[in-house]
């Protein structure tokens, strides 16, 4: 199995892995359970320089880790060995710019009243700050990114900093999406894609972007399948997500390269997503989608454009993103939106 770092095709220290997974407990933990379990980890995750956030609720455990990749590969492969749960199923793992725990090298949040509690909330002279938590946390839940850039900036433009905007508007943010999904007001996927924002928004303000800039900042995508390919399911669920997410989507269902050079030519997306099918492994495809990218990337002068590709050939981990001439190749749709906006903020900073 490829790490995380692998998978990313980077190698740069200073961007790090995530991953967000649920499971079931095997058998109900008490308090005193939970908290060796969260006292064992937090002094396994300091030496690694692991954070993240664990929730707890009836038998149910949603966690999200964070660090170097090669630490993060080394306690996942811990985790999915332990006994004391089953049944995990991975939400979302990639690659991310900035850390939304920082501060935190384990923090256990559970519906039960006696069981561990995050940090209480901000003191009264931040209530500045406070009264835009509720407002951070629906837009994050929402993936309206534009909404959510425009509300930073102006924040920034009003000469907050960094560190108090992550401190004691973003960590705060996350703790209420941990609220809702322990509410059952949000599914695993929504608090997903929530943290996913709040980790951007937190990466636009450690990148000293100035206000306007956060407030503009938003991408287009064009979704498309590979030219002749009938199996449309991998655009149509990434539209609804890279739709939540805030970006400009566009869909594209060719039956020739030439067809899918003319949309991207009049379209110029930041990046295009070009879809095998999800059912087939279409081994035989490899050559014809290499010239595909190759023909794609022609057609605009834009060297900053993004190209990804996706399928059960690339879900299986049989292809690689190098292997057809692309940027990045999704395991699935979970973080796809997350992934393409770094790459997409890369290539900027380096045309720049």
């Not at 980077?10 to 359970?33: F, H, L, M, N, Q």
Request: negative net charge; proline residues 5%; contains cysteine.
């Amino acid at each position: 199995m490829q790490t995380q770092a692998e998978q990313a095709g980077i190698g740069d220290v200073g961007w790090i892995g995530s991953v967000t997974y649920r499971s079931e407990a095997t058998i109900k933990p008490t308090a005193t359970d939970l908290e060796r379990l969260v006292a064992k980890a937090k002094a396994r995750n300091r030496k690694l320089g692991i954070t993240g956030m664990l929730l707890y609720d009836g038998g149910r455990y949603l966690q999200t880790l964070e660090g170097p990749p090669e630490a993060l590969d080394q306690i996942w492969s811990s985790i999915q060995r332990d006994p004391r749960h089953g049944a995990i199923e991975v939400l979302s793992q990639h690659i991310v710019p900035a850390r939304l725990f920082s501060g935190w090298d384990m923090q256990l949040y559970s519906r039960s009243p006696d069981q561990a509690r995050l940090a209480p909330a901000p003191a009264v002279s931040l209530i500045p700050l406070t009264d835009h938590i509720a407002e951070t946390a629906r837009l994050a839940l929402r993936g309206d990114d534009s909404r959510l850039n425009a509300l930073i900036g102006d924040l920034v433009a009003q000469g907050w900093v960094s560190d108090a905007l992550v401190t004691h508007l973003l960590e705060p943010s996350a703790r209420a999406l941990g609220d809702a999904w322990l509410a059952d007001d949000c599914t695993e996927l929504d608090l997903t894609i929530g943290l996913s924002m709040l980790q951007l928004a937190g990466h636009a303000i450690h990148a000293g972007s100035t206000a306007e800039t956060i407030r503009k900042r938003r991408y287009s995508i064009l979704l498309a399948t590979a030219p002749g390919e009938p199996h449309i399911l991998g655009p149509t669920l990434l539209g609804d997500i890279f739709t939540d997410a805030g970006w400009i989507v566009d869909m594209a269902f060719p039956d020739s390269d030439e067809a899918l050079a003319k949309q991207v030519r009049a379209q110029h997306p930041d990046a295009v997503d070009i879809a095998l099918s999800d059912a087939l492994p279409r081994q035989h495809a490899l050559a014809t989608l290499r010239e595909t990218i190759e023909k794609t990337r022609l057609a605009t002068a834009d060297e900053t454009m993004v190209v990804s590709v996706g399928g059960r050939l690339f879900a299986e981990a049989a292809a690689t993103a190098q292997s057809v001439g692309a940027d990045h190749a999704r395991k699935g749709a979970a973080g796809t939106s997350v992934r393409l906006a770094w790459l997409i903020e890369q290539r900027r900073n380096t045309a720049s």
